[in-house]
């Protein structure tokens, strides 16, 4: 068993892009500068923005962040993106979700300079990733790609079932892994809620991705031996003996599934830290297409 490392992983990928930002440097251009918007004071979401922010400083980015009280309106959230489209300084901006229920998440994604969608999330950007033509990818799928092309896990001709169909992970990891190219030429379903006889599907899979937020929900007695397992879902659940009161869990029960698993991704330091370092790759990437 092969734990897929996604810590270190993404310990190599920003040095690598620290060196690039070097060059950049050395040659007195530009350091591309990363935005982060966020509205209200989820916990969670303060922490993965913060990651992302801290992350910035490590690679040698700029990094601003914009942090909007709960009770913002939508006018208001629009007017700050209309500022940041056209402040020339900011290569790549995220608006991190969810956002509070007042606030249509469509017409704020629709806002977005899609030359600036570093999270790959304007529909501009999801349809050129549908159309494989140059675009941002989705940073979570995109790590997850990143990850199973870093530890050469064969993909092609195999049976993948993804576990959700979010707009951010389940669809376009679907969508990535069936296309071809690296981590890719898999043959994918997608399973949902609805899905009937979901452990037929799963016991029978040679990769499952997991995506779904609840927590150790894919258990050993539904994969099959040799299996590779992605598990993107990351759940604060309440631990007292922890000194922060919590602990993470992920949607795989890893106890029972690991022992049969031939490569598996654990939570905390799996899909996570691969998200932030494909976020600075793609901001890299904003920047040298504005320069
Ligand atoms: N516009 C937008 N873009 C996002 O990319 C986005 C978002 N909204 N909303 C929330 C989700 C979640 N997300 C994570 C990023 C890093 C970790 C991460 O680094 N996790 C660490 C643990 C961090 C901890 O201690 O909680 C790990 O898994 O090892 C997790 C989750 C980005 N998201």
């Known amino acids: 068993m092969t734990i897929l490392d996604g810590k270190k992983t993404s310990a190599d990928i920003k040095a690598e892009i620290a060196e690039k930002v070097k060059e950049l440097k050395a040659q ?12 209200g004071n989820d916990g969670a979401s303060k922490t993965y923005v913060g990651a992302k922010v801290k992350a910035c400083e490590l690679v040698g980015f700029d990094s601003t962040l914009i ?35 007042h606030i249509d998440e469509h017409k704020v994604l629709l806002a977005v300079d899609a030359t600036k969608d570093v999270d790959g999330f304007h529909p501009t950007n999801v349809g050129r990733m549908a159309l494989e033509l140059p675009t941002f990818l989705p940073a979570t799928p995109y790590g997850v790609m990143e990850l199973l092309e870093r530890y050469k896990v064969p993909t092609s001709g195999k049976n993948v ?39 037929e599907l799963t016991l029978k899979a040679d990769i499952i991705v997991v995506a779904l937020g609840v927590a150790e929900f894919l258990t050993g007695d539904m994969v099959k031996e040799g299996v590779t397992i992605i598990d993107v879902g990351i759940t604060r659940l309440d631990d007292p003996s922890k000194k922060n009161g919590f602990r993470l869990a992920g949607d795989v029960h890893f106890e029972s599934v690991a022992p049969k698993a031939a490569f598996i991704t654990p939570v905390p330091g799996g899909v996570g830290p691969m998200t932030i370092a494909m976020l600075l790759k793609n901001t890299l990437l904003a920047g040298e297409n504005r320069a």
């Open 28 to 39: 007195g251009k530009k350091t591309p500068h990363l935005a982060a918007v966020i509205v």
């Open 67 to 101: 942090e909007l009280p709960t009770e913002t309106t939508e006018a208001e959230l629009l007017a700050k993106i209309e500022e940041l489209n056209n402040n020339d300084a900011i290569d790549g901006y995220i608006v991190q979700l969810p956002l509070p229920k």
């Open 161 to 199: 079932v993804v576990i959700g169909r979010s707009h951010i992970v389940g669809r376009p990891m679907s969508i990535l892994m069936s296309q071809k190219r690296a981590a890719g030429d898999a043959t994918v379903t997608v399973a949902h809620s609805r899905t009937a006889n979901l452990k």
